[in-house]
């Protein structure tokens, strides 16, 4: 469902991708991003959530995690 409206929608400009900053970056996070990339869909920005929820060190080793 969702990849019909990424892939018609005529009217997308954009897509920003939820993370939880709780969580390791997981395999499907990068399968979707990899996705996006192989039918053009622009991500913009990668949006952290919940992040008052996670300790300072937790947060910026899933960030660099996420750089890599």
Not at 27 to 38: L, R
């Amino acid at each position: 469902m969702i990849n019909n409206y990424l892939l018609r929608s005529p009217n997308l400009v954009l897509c920003f991708m939820l993370l939880d900053s709780r969580l390791n970056f997981q395999e499907i996070d990068k399968e979707f991003i990899e996705w996006c990339g192989e039918n053009s869909i622009p991500i913009l920005a990668l949006v952290m959530t919940k992040t008052d929820g996670v300790k300072k060190m937790a947060f910026e080793e899933n960030m660099n995690s996420i750089s890599k």
